[in-house]
């Protein structure tokens, strides 16, 4: 689960404000149009920069799978903030 934490959390996490920020814009549409869940993505994806190499790195330490042996970050472990990992 490190990308739930890393990626895939803060991804559906915008996503959702995109959505109910579209919503609040457009009262008129029952729901986006494709185009518009297209470019959101987009959007969302290159320019919030989800995709860092630190925030892999960061991931897999706040999950526990990848801390040093000797006890050095073991602060890091469920520190699911966005302190360790981008929101």
């Not at 814009?25 to 969302?44: M, S």
């Not at 050095?72 to 699911?80: A, D, G, I, R, T």
Request: glycine share 4%; charged share 25%.
């Amino acid at each position: 689960q490190p990308l739930d934490v890393s990626i895939n959390g803060p991804f559906k996490r915008a996503m959702h404000h995109w959505d109910i920020d579209f919503r609040i814009q457009n009262k008129n549409a029952k729901k986006p149009n494709p185009n518009d869940i297209i470019n959101a993505v987009v959007d969302i994806w290159y320019n919030d920069a989800l995709i860092k190499p630190n925030n892999i790195i960061t991931s897999f330490k706040c999950t526990g799978i990848s801390i040093k042996l000797d006890g050095s970050e073991q602060e890091l472990v469920n520190k699911h903030d966005e302190k360790y990992v981008m929101k």
